[in-house]
């Protein structure tokens, strides 16, 4: 009970029945549960005790405008937490915008806060494509969306920097790929290890995009690789920072992050984008075996065509070897003809000769020398 200072005639209350006192007016006013929109700055999760202690944040333009402690119950966590699993295939985690159902709360130990009963995790997934659809109307309006698409891939690109991470299992089915054809082909590829989602994974690919800007010359194309997972994880390519630096990128960029639907910015943007990992590695290789196919056709269309020329040469040679048989004087004296010389010409007419010329007068078997009359 408060009781009156004698010298200062004020009421005085303790610190329990002040909390007391606010702890019962809240309950009168926010006596049922309400939606909220925020970031989950932190989730703060205790797997010792499975409760968990969000820390919420409300921004504008970039700026906190407000920030208020949540707390969500073990048996409401697991609840919570395995929803949005199944509906985003990732673990429920910090700075994610979040749609929850909460009711206010107020401890006499830790003040006021808000319990989060359940998350609508469709909301999430709209709060990504909303940033999507921003990034690419900003990209669009400087005029730079198909900037990296205008690079040239080599029709072999035989030497490729890799953005990956070496333990992914979209990076090892990508190079699985690439060294299954070793026997035929030569590819050289380099990993740059960078974190592929999550907070970290628009700086960490940023970093890197820069590093191969330094070495650019070295390789014919840059490749994304990322092992798949539910779209909140893609969020990070929808950055626009991180767009950006893809459409500058002196290289050709081709992408395979593993996942068939609701295809992001840096995907779209990308010189050429594969739908998984495997796929990615298979266009590439294509290239090589469809020059390869060319190639021998070429060949064999070659040897054909030689063949041909030799076969039409040799029908060529022969009609002239039986028109050159035609033309032997053996042949024309065999028919029972004979030719006649003079001096070792052939003599066509009478009046080449005179009298006392001498004559040779040749057969298909010996010859006779006259002096003519």
Known sequence: MPYYDSNTHNKIFSLSEVCASIK???????????????????LNHYPYNGNAFPDLIEKKDGTVVAQMRAVIWASDFRRIASKFKLYHSIELKDGINILFRASIIYDTFYGLSLRIIDIDPAFTLGQMEKERQ????????????????QKILPLLPKRLAIISVESSKGYNDFVNIINSYSN?????YYLFPSLLQGDGAVSSII???????LVYDFFDAVVI??????????SAYNNYELCKA?????????????HSTNETVCEMIAFHNGITPTDLADFIMQRFVKTDEQLHKTIDMLKLKCANRIENEKEKLSMLDKYIDLLNPTNTLNKGYSVTLKDGKTIRQANQLKKGDRIVTRFSQGEITSIVE
Not at 249 to 254: D, F, G, Q, S
């Open 24 to 42: 019962r007016t809240i309950n009168n006013r926010y006596g049922s549960d309400f939606w909220v929109e925020g970031e989950m700055l932190r």
């Open 207 to 213: 970093k890197v995009l820069e590093k191969i800007r």
């Open 246 to 258: 893809v459409l500058y990128c002196p290289l050709p960029v081709l992408t395979g992050i593993g």
């Open 134 to 149: 921003e990034c690419i109307d900003r990209l669009r309006k400087e005029n730079i969306f198909g900037l990296n698409k």
């Open 184 to 188: 035929r082909y030569a590819v050289f």
């Open 225 to 234: 690789i990322r092992g798949g997972g539910g779209d909140l994880g893609l």
